[in-house]
């Protein structure tokens, strides 16, 4: 037993905070009347900054500094606050998003932003942790945050079935991560990355049963990061949860899943390299492939971009294949790239689908540009940067992560991933077609945005462009958050 | 004047999009203010374009104006600017035809006028934006920039098929420029930059480049450019996106987009890959052949007019990409100066085409004749361009095609021979459409009562048709600016084409006029 110090505790301050403000909303929910709600969710807005600002003391000053936490169960460093940062802005945007709409749709409960914060405090786990069985915690931790989440709308049919399926075919997966990490325990007889990257850190220790670990926990992250062919629930999920919910759950746990794939794959694993790359090149192809094509012929705007999110997972995966610094690097920029872009479209839909979520059709965008100019304005930059349109956060992610490939020689996978790039132009132009160009149904939501959307978006929009015209300060960042791996 | 002299093409390309900003703030009724802002700030920048083109100097080599600063540092990419002879050219182009855009536009684009010309301007700034960059990222950038507004023009203000029209358009040039931006970031991890004239120093100086890669590479480029000029086979976007677009997209799309897909092959495939370019030009001076034999034929059966102007486009572009691929000095200069005059005579008859589509919103050729007579005016305008673009001598499009068709017989005399035959072709199909058009009696009693032109559209026709003419009779100031331009490129070529030796005698550059 190993006696608890106070640096250990400085070093995962912002997921205690975030746990306090958690617990906080669920003992004040009680006591705070139905229609004041809302102050819990400016309650767990503050927790998310105080978290913030926990983080920035921990990456700016020498105390307690960077290092391992726990015995080696958690580290603090420059990748996992890179990621911490990240999933704080998720976690910001999507509170700011929801709040007005849980009032909209009758929904207004403390437990949706105590959720939202505990899902959070996972994925923090996630990205900073050195052990396997922390991992473990941590993607279960915010599993089943975002297993109630997604089936929020009780009295939704669909939005019950996405919770369901959510929960059902996600336990199966994180079994199959579980699996993969006694396999790991019984070779090397710890589940501590450091000490398994010690003992298979040559190519010729990866017997045929190591790979199985290997291949077993990549299948248990490969559900999270939704790639081909374990996408299945992703679209009925997307579609079911409520729109905010759905904004959440294609970034952050995506996002987490792909630090981990990270941190395990490339930095703790990479002496696997020859059996990861090819695993990690079949999915990239065939998770752009099938993400792209199918969201082709969607009618449903939130289906459709649950499609996108699963081709975007595979420009990521692009990147991951890559590896590398430049690799890396390239892959941190496009998560929040994408989280920027992805978030901003979500809460503008879950807006425009007015109460209930009723207009979610590509057909009921129809005109948006004659009625609401400013909004179908917002949701078409949105769609750019998602298209990877240059001046976009988009574009430059793409960028990033191709120039990456191509030094790694994976020219083919290069273009496959571009003329992809090529067919996702159509189906997002089909909502910009619908707004701009075909002849308005009058039925529209709400006439103005509650600020605090308008505040998100806003957010989202700077970030976009800033992002995509002013690069140098983030793309330092993410190639520093890179360092820890390769050491 | 030193700043402005120093920031001259920062301010080209920046100056619309400010415009587009101004009208954003302009409230949505007040139609006539914002028509009066995009006016003001195109002519603003046409003026600027001018100063720049007098001020270039056809003695100096290299690229003039430039400008550089660091934009991103990882992997470094520049903010760099600069013009030669070819570029200033089509900046003046796209400087000249923006103004007049938005006057052909003033009156027949009243649905939803300010996002008309908040889009007319943003696409110049990415037009300027292509021809001014020097840096292969810079470049992609506003080569894809370029296509949204485009696509708006296109999709919001066409015609019946325009939302078909438009998506093809964008996904035709972005399979292309995918390739392309294969290609730049390969090129960049063997240079190590993505500045165009330090890879072309890399290039010279060592043997980075192997035949195998330089090949792909060239295609790779090639491909895109050859989809926007378009060459034959990829084609198909062209007639589509023509005849939907409204009247201000089309004299924009003719007039200055196809030439992005020329001006890159003069300024990236040739320099950078010589070659491969040697390599593949007999093939592509075939294809360009056929795209001159087949659109002329293609344009002489269509029953509409703007349609025919399209597949006339096809033909022109043709005589462009042959002027370009013979490796001749003057037929080089020719194919950029038909560059330039056919955006000149084809934005006049689109402009045509488009005040007769206002006026009796058909554009079938059978629904006319014998205009002449209840529209003089209007005809003699149509004659002076339709006979500029057949190439009539002492007007605009006979020097560029002449040029051409003699650069093209010092490398094979069979080039020149169906090069000549599509100036015939064309001639067949231009007055053949204005006989059936304009003489004749008048067959439909419509005719009869249709307005001659009014003020503006007089003003529009006569200043093109002074360009027209002035260029026919004085190319000289032109063709002295792009001499050296020309001639570097040609010095590029001829130093790797040293172990051929098939090579006809190269004439005295910028000589023999």
């Known amino acids: ?487 | 004047m030193s700043w402005y002299s120093a920031h001259i093409l920062t301010i080209v390309t920046f100056l619309p999009l400010l415009g587009a900003v101004v009208i954003v703030f302009l409230g949505r009724e007040r139609t006539s203010s914002i028509r009066w802002v995009a006016l003001l700030f195109s002519l603003l920048t046409f003026l600027i374009t001018v100063w720049l083109y007098s001020r270039f100097d056809p003695q100096r080599g290299g690229m003039q104006f430039e400008e550089m600063r660091p934009w991103m540092g990882l992997p470094p990419v520049n903010y760099h600017l600069g013009v030669d002879g070819l570029s200033a050219l089509m900046i003046l182009l796209t400087g000249f035809l923006t103004p007049l855009s938005v006057l052909v536009s003033w009156k027949s684009i009243t649905l939803r006028t300010k996002e008309f010309f908040i889009f007319l301007l943003a696409l110049e700034t990415g037009m300027m934006g292509v021809f001014a960059s020097l840096d292969l990222v810079l470049f992609f950038v506003f080569w894809e920039v370029m296509l949204i507004p485009m696509y708006f023009l296109i999709g919001i203000w066409g015609h019946e098929r325009r939302v078909y029209a438009a998506m093809k358009f964008v996904l035709f040039t972005m399979v292309g420029s995918a390739l392309m931006l294969t290609g730049i970031i390969y090129l960049y991890n063997i240079t190590g930059t993505f500045d165009l004239p330090r890879v072309l120093e890399h290039l010279v100086t060592s043997s980075a480049l192997s035949p195998q890669a330089e090949r792909w590479l060239f295609l790779a480029f090639f491909i895109a450019f050859a989809i926007k000029v378009p060459i034959f086979p990829f084609h198909t976007w062209l007639p589509d996106a023509h005849v939907e677009a409204p009247t201000a997209g089309s004299v924009i799309l003719a007039g200055v987009l196809l030439k992005m897909g020329t001006y890159g092959m003069l300024r990236f495939c040739l320099p950078l890959f010589p070659d491969a370019s040697r390599e593949f030009a007999p093939v592509i001076c075939v294809l360009a052949i056929v795209g001159i034999i087949y659109g002329a034929l293609v344009a002489m059966v269509q029953p509409d007019l703007k349609k025919l102007v399209a597949y006339s486009s096809v033909a022109h572009l043709g005589f462009c990409v042959l002027g370009i691929f013979v490796f001749r000095p003057e037929a080089m200069e020719g194919a950029i100066y038909q560059m330039f005059s056919h955006g000149v005579s084809t934005g006049a008859l689109f402009t045509l085409v488009g005040m007769l589509y206002e006026r009796r919103h058909t554009r079938l050729i059978s629904e006319f004749g014998g205009l002449a007579t209840s529209v003089p005016v209007y005809s003699t305008f149509f004659l002076i361009v339709a006979l500029s673009s057949l190439g009539l001598p002492l007007l605009n499009g006979f020097v560029g095609e002449f040029l051409i068709i003699v650069g093209s017989y010092y490398r094979h005399a069979a080039y020149a021979a169906f090069a000549a035959a599509g100036v015939v072709l064309a001639a067949v199909y231009l007055l053949w459409m204005y006989q059936r058009v304009f003489y004749g009696e008048i067959t439909n009693e419509k005719n009869r009562i249709l307005p001659d032109c009014d003020l503006r559209e007089k003003l529009i026709l006569t200043i093109m048709v002074v360009v027209i003419m002035a260029m026919g009779v004085y190319p000289q100031p032109f063709l002295r600016r792009m001499d050296r331009g020309v001639t570097s490129i040609m010095l590029r070529l001829e130093r790797h084409s040293l172990l051929m030796t098939d090579r006809a005698p190269v004439g005295r550059v910028g000589g023999g006029r």
């Open chain 1, 1 to 487: 037993m190993i006696p608890l110090q106070p640096v250990d505790m400085m070093r995962i301050l912002p997921e205690i905070i975030l746990s306090v403000f958690a617990v906080l909303i669920m003992v004040l929910e009680p006591f705070v009347a139905t229609a004041q709600k809302k102050l819990l969710g400016w309650m767990a807005l503050l927790g998310v900054l105080a978290a913030g600002g926990a983080t920035a003391r921990l990456s700016l000053y020498p105390w307690p500094g960077m290092g391992p936490a726990f015995g080696g169960a958690v580290s603090a460093d420059e990748f996992g606050f890179y990621f911490i940062y990240l999933f704080l802005l998720v976690a910001a945007l999507v509170i700011l998003g929801s709040m007005d709409y849980l009032q909209r749709d009758h929904a207004q409960h403390g437990e949706f932003y105590a959720l939202v914060l505990m899902g959070t405090v996972g994925m923090c786990f996630m990205a900073a942790s050195t052990d396997l069985i922390m991992i473990f915690l941590g993607l279960e931790i915010s599993s089943i945050a975002t297993y109630i989440l997604a089936g929020y709308r009780r009295a939704d049919r669909l939005s019950n079935e996405a919770s369901l399926k959510y929960f059902l075919l996600g336990s199966f997966a994180t079994a199959f991560l579980l699996y993969g990490i006694a396999f790991v325990y019984g070779l090397t007889g710890t589940t501590n990355l450091l000490g398994a990257s010690a003992q298979l850190s040559e190519p010729s220790q990866w017997t045929t049963f190591a790979q199985v670990a290997l291949i077993l926990m990549f299948v248990g992250l490969a559900f999270k990061l939704s790639t081909a062919p374990f996408q299945i629930w992703t679209p009925d999920v997307y579609q079911g949860a409520p729109a905010p919910v759905t904004a959440f759950l294609s970034v952050g746990p995506k996002a987490a899943a792909f630090a981990v794939l990270l941190r395990v794959f490339l930095g703790s694993f990479s002496s696997a390299s020859a059996l990861t790359f090819w695993i990690l090149w079949v999915s990239a192809a065939l998770t752009m492939c099938v993400g792209n094509l199918a969201a082709l012929w969607q009618a449903n705007v939130k289906r459709l971009l649950a499609y996108s999110s699963i081709a975007h997972a595979g420009y990521v995966l692009v990147g991951v294949t890559a590896g590398g610094s430049r690799g890396i690097s390239g892959v941190m920029y496009y998560l929040v790239a994408y989280a920027l872009m992805n978030v901003g479209a979500f809460l503008l839909i879950a807006h425009l689908a007015g109460a209930g979520e009723r207009l979610v059709q590509i057909d009921d965008y129809k005109g948006l540009a004659s009625t609401r100019p400013a909004v179908a304005a917002c949701l078409t930059v949105f769609f750019l940067s998602l298209a990877g349109f240059p001046t976009t956060a988009g574009f430059l992610g793409k960028f990033y992560i191709f120039r990456a490939a191509i030094h790694s020689h994976l020219i083919g996978l290069t273009i496959l991933a571009l003329l992809n790039s090529v067919v996702s132009v159509y189906y997002y132009f089909k909502i910009i077609v619908a707004m701009y160009m075909d002849e308005g149904k009058t039925e529209t939501a709400e006439a103005v945005l509650p600020w605090p959307v308008r505040a998100a978006l806003v957010v989202s929009i700077l970030g976009i462009f800033w992002l995509g015209l002013a690069p140098n300060g983030f793309m330092g960042l993410s190639t520093l958050a890179t360092m820890p791996l390769l050491k």
